[in-house]
């Protein structure tokens, strides 16, 4: 599953590197590069199915805690009205919360932090830009493809717990379709300001193994992301 | 081209070395060795963890939770309730994994963690091969339940198998009543559990040295064949307590074959035969030998089963209660006084007096019936040839010993080797021996009664405590039998009350003798507590 989400999102560079390869050549005095950093809010709604698998009561589910972490992105014109923007997060420290049952035996459960996993989730967007490039202020629109590698997946001593045990987790890896709409404003020189409003579809499988006994669940996170982010072109 | 695919390359490798360099946290580890005793996964899986407080809530919530919190008292401790997997071997010699439970109390008092006894404890027969008495969470789980009330919410570490032939086991039978192997795995799950207990999330609690073993019905064969064993290895036992079990294996199955025909014996039969038939493999030829062709076809695999035993009986696997063929057997020809035990106990010439249990043993005849005549009578002109000691009429020899040499028909032969008087073997640790007098299903004269007597003039005085919860209360254990007549009561006049079915009260004695041997279990693991507690 991993080889192939990775393989795809190295089609979809592929292609953007193609389509880069083909477009017009861009005015001269419009750098055509830009590096974007900024804070990167993320906003869950996670919608899981309840646990399944042996000695699960009825209702055991899971939620995300909000992050926030810095935000990275390399942008490229294409042409005066089109970017592809590639964006990166640094990876957070993302907590998994109980949702449901206030125990499990005697064991507290909801709104314990029951894991955490960081996750490296490129972003490809292929975004429109309005106005021409002399405006102060230029709102865009983009869509893309997110992949999302969740890794240093850990089930806290209160997942353990409320596991039965020492717990091994896994996630399968996510690809699916993101969209951005946002708003530049030049500063002064190569220096913007960009605000912007993210949203894709990321949805893993859950495996959790303690002592050979395995739950399963499938999470969509339904993230939202929240960007603000200063800009260099060059 | 170049500047802009190598931010991207570079970022893409970024990617691909944080997925292949994730890691995750550590698991259990499994075991290599498939030595009997080696724990298969360690640490092993906690099912559940209760304090106190909320097993007492869980209890209480129903009501047949309630009446057990009333002969156990509240819960002092909270329990973990951990599964073990470990290796141990079959009734065979096969290297075969089996599952269990441990037990462990939890709390501040001081009573619930530190050095802790541990009770050792073999369940009853359970025909549900999905059987793990570890699962807390499953409510028809009443023998865990009884038992991590009575024992583990006391401040007693509990350790019990689920058996060679259940739950996770793939081995396709039971080794029911093989006094070595079932022993043998009694002892590989106290091993086990030795190993894993350092491990658990409870590791505040640990073995304080202190060895109790117990276990009811079958399970009271399996502890007394423990304590056996255990005392042979050397082991010191703190004591014993097994309760209402099959003890003297050889005179209790004379006193079946000979008419007594027990409460279970058609659930029994299949168990018996097919565990005796894969240790020993002279039981038969074919089944057929010993089943009737009613029900012989698939006997062998037919118990414990994932399908209810209602369902069994209704779907016609077995017959409920007609062991044996109504109409006598009529050859080869027996004398008159073996011909005469070989009739329905309700027949006037039927040689024993007529007792209260005379109607069940009655319907332990019918047809179609489970055993085939023939078999029937080579077991019992090998019982008449060569009787045992306690069976089958009086006098009795004294000190009740087994047959004067080794049965020839083969399933006496295997009921003689797992006689718990086989190899003259006593007690060397004290022991209570509980049961209830009544008992229609393990009958207690012929078992506990006999290893008493047996033992009488073998042990020293003091050392063998028998309990009849049905006696006359007296001495240390009159609560208990004073609890258990008064339960009684309250049952038989609830049968004959309108809640209860309105009743006659010869039909409400019928219903409360059937639910006899149940009724007694935890008036008997609550005396073995008391005794245990003292030590």
């Not at chain 1, 906003?43 to 055991?60: E, I, M, Q, S």
């Not at chain 1, 960009?194 to 739950?215: C, F, N, P, Q």
Request: net charge negative; glycine share 10%.
């Amino acid at each position: 599953m991993t080889t192939f989400s990775v393989r795809t999102l190295f089609a979809v560079v592929v292609a953007t590197a193609s389509l880069y390869g083909a477009a017009p050549a861009l005015a001269d005095d419009f750098p055509s590069n830009s590096a974007r950093a900024g804070l990167y809010s993320v906003f869950f709604h996670v919608k899981a199915d309840d646990l399944t698998g042996p000695y699960v009561p009825h209702g055991a589910n899971i939620d995300a805690n909000n992050v926030e972490t810095l935000y990275l992105a390399y942008v490229r014109s294409l042409s005066p009205n089109f970017d592809v923007e590639l964006t990166l997060g640094y990876p957070p420290l993302q907590k998994t919360v109980g949702k449901g049952p206030a125990t499990l035996g005697s064991v507290p459960y909801n709104g314990q932090v029951i894991a955490t996993a960081r996750w490296l989730a490129p972003t490809v967007l292929f975004e429109y830009v309005f106005f021409d490039q002399n405006s102060k202020w230029r709102p865009y629109i983009g869509v893309g493809v997110n992949y999302t590698n969740f890794y240093d997946r850990n089930s806290t001593a209160q997942g353990n717990a409320a596991s039965g045990g020492p717990t091994k987790l896994s996630l399968t890896a996510s690809v699916g379709p993101a969209g951005t709409v946002g708003v530049g404003y030049h500063i002064a020189n190569n220096w913007h300001m960009y605000a912007s409003y993210s949203i894709s579809k990321v949805s893993t499988d859950l495996t959790a193994e303690t002592a050979g006994v395995i739950r399963t669940s499938h999470i969509n996170f339904g993230p939202q992301a929240l960007v603000v982010s200063l800009g260099y072109s060059f | 081209m170049f500047k802009l695919v190598t931010p991207l390359t570079l970022i893409l490798a970024a990617t691909l070395l944080y997925a292949c360099g994730g890691s995750s946290s550590q698991t259990a580890m499994i075991a290599t060795s498939t030595a009997h005793g080696t724990l298969a996964v360690n640490p092993p899986f906690r099912i559940a963890s209760l304090d106190a407080a909320t097993f007492q809530a869980e209890l209480a919530a129903t009501s047949s939770g309630a009446q057990l919190l009333q002969i156990t008292g509240k819960p002092s401790c909270g329990v973990d309730f951990y599964y073990l997997k470990f290796w141990t071997v079959g009734g065979a010699a096969e290297t075969t994994q089996s599952s269990g439970a441990l037990m462990v109390p939890t709390g501040a008092a001081p009573a619930c963690s530190g050095l802790r006894p541990i009770v050792l404890y073999a369940h009853g027969t359970n025909t549900d091969k999905a059987l793990n008495i570890a699962d807390i969470t499953n409510t028809s789980n009443t023998e865990g339940v009884l038992i991590a009330a009575m024992f583990a919410a006391q401040g007693f570490i509990v350790v019990a198998p689920n058996y060679a032939g259940y739950d996770i086991s793939t081995l396709g039978y039971h080794p029911f009543l093989n006094a070595e192997q079932q022993s043998g795995e009694m002892i590989d799950i106290l091993t086990a559990a030795r190993t894993a207990l350092p491990k658990t999330q409870s590791a505040a609690t640990s073995d304080g040295g202190k060895l109790f073993v117990t276990g009811y019905s079958e399970g009271g064969h399996v502890a007394m064949a423990t304590q056996r064993a255990l005392e042979a290895s050397g082991a010191v036992i703190t004591a014993a307590a097994p309760m209402s079990g099959p003890y003297a294996l050889e005179a209790f199955g004379d006193a079946i074959f000979f008419g007594s025909v027990n409460i279970g014996s058609t659930v029994f039969a299949p168990l018996l035969s097919t565990s005796y038939q894969k240790a020993y493999g002279n039981i038969y030829g074919t089944p057929a030998d010993l089943y009737s062709a009613t029900y012989v076809s698939g006997i062998e695999t037919l118990l414990p089963s994932f399908t209810p035993i209602d369902k069994i009986f209704s779907t016609g696997l077995l017959p409920q209660t007609a062991a044996f063929d109504s109409t006598t057997p009529g050859s080869p020809p027996l004398s008159a006084e073996l011909a005469a035990l070989l009739l329905v106990p309700t027949d006037p010439h039927y040689p024993l007096p007529a007792s209260p249990l005379t109607p069940l043993f009655a319907a332990g005849f019918g047809s179609p019936n489970l055993v085939n005549n023939s078999y029937r009578v080579s077991y019992a002109l090998d019982a008449a040839s060569n009787p045992d000691g306690a069976i089958p009429l009086p006098p009795l020899r004294a000190g009740v010993p087994l047959a004067a040499t080794v049965p020839t028909q083969p399933l006496r032969q295997a009921l003689y080797k797992n006689d718990l008087r086989n190899g003259a073997w006593k007690p060397n640790s004290p022991t209570l021996l509980c049961g209830g007098g009544s008992d229609p299903t393990v009958f207690f004269p012929v078992n506990t009664g006999v290893m008493a007597t047996f033992w009488s003039p073998l042990v020293a005085a003091g050392l063998i405590t028998v309990l009849d919860v049905s006696g006359t209360p007296a001495g240390p254990f009159a609560a208990t039998q004073t609890g258990f007549q008064a339960s009684q009561a309250a049952q038989l006049a609830y049968y004959e009350s309108p809640a209860g079915g309105g009743l006659s009260p010869a039909a409400a004695q019928l219903l409360l003798i059937e639910g006899y041997h149940g009724a007694v279990a935890p008036f008997c693991a609550a005396a073995a507590r008391a005794f245990f507690s003292v030590l």
